[in-house]
């Protein structure tokens, strides 16, 4: 049976919306995520990118190398937008941007809904879920860390949770 997991992260980001976003468009050019590589695949027919898909292959902490496909389904420019994921993990992500009261901050909300479809780490899910969790907390901290080096901002208010289901 495929146990689901729902990410939530937040954090605050010292610069403006407008430049998170930036980044968060052209997703093929980050460079600056430590083990985190995305490729673009396919050119989508929609409107703002809608329907592109990216590889994204990545290291996590358990240094398993997975490689993901996500398609964007969603954009609402710039305040947030979906992806569809495939591959050993299938669901989908959502990021959330919003001003913060002064405009000069950006709080930014990732909710990542996935399944786990790897044969081995379904298996062990039962045993390593607590690794699951913080390995999904510290790759997703390390992009976010590495936006803010790129953007010479600084980041704050760090939360995870994380709620596991069948």
């Given at each position: 049976?495929?146990?689901?997991?729902?990410?939530?992260?937040?954090?605050?980001?010292?610069?403006?919306?407008?430049?998170?976003?930036?980044?968060?468009?052209?997703?093929?050019?980050?460079?600056?995520?430590?083990?985190?590589?995305?490729?673009?695949?396919?050119?989508?027919?929609?409107?703002?990118?809608?329907?592109?898909?990216?590889?994204?292959?990545?290291?996590?902490?358990?240094?398993?190398?997975?490689?993901?496909?996500?398609?964007?389904?969603?954009?609402?420019?710039?305040?947030?937008?979906?992806?569809?994921?495939?591959?050993?993990?299938s669901g989908t992500g959502t990021c959330f941007m919003s001003k913060s009261g002064d405009g000069r901050s950006t709080h930014l909300r990732c909710?990542?809904?996935?399944?786990?479809?790897?044969?081995?780490?379904?298996?062990?899910?039962?045993?390593?879920?607590?690794?699951?969790?913080?390995?999904?907390?510290?790759?997703?901290?390390?992009?976010?860390?590495?936006?803010?080096?790129?953007?010479?901002?600084?980041?704050?208010?760090?939360?995870?949770?994380?709620?596991?289901?069948?």
């Amino acid at each position: 049976m495929a146990h689901h997991y729902l990410f939530v992260s937040s954090w605050k980001i010292s610069t403006p919306r407008e430049q998170l976003w930036e980044l968060a468009d052209h997703i093929e050019d980050i460079e600056f995520w430590d083990n985190v590589d995305f490729e673009k695949i396919e050119q989508g027919s929609g409107p703002e990118g809608i329907g592109d898909v990216f590889r994204c292959t990545f290291k996590t902490k358990m240094l398993l190398r997975l490689s993901i496909l996500l398609k964007v389904t969603d954009k609402q420019k710039p305040d947030q937008f979906t992806l569809e994921v495939e591959g050993p993990l299938s669901g989908t992500g959502t990021c959330f941007m919003s001003k913060s009261g002064d405009g000069r901050s950006t709080h930014l909300r990732c909710e990542w809904k996935v399944r786990i479809d790897h044969r081995m780490l379904r298996a062990a899910n039962r045993f390593m879920r607590p690794v699951y969790i913080w390995s999904h907390d510290k790759v997703m901290d390390e992009g976010v860390y590495g936006v803010a080096r790129q953007l010479n901002a600084e980041v704050t208010d760090t939360h995870h949770e994380t709620t596991i289901y069948r």
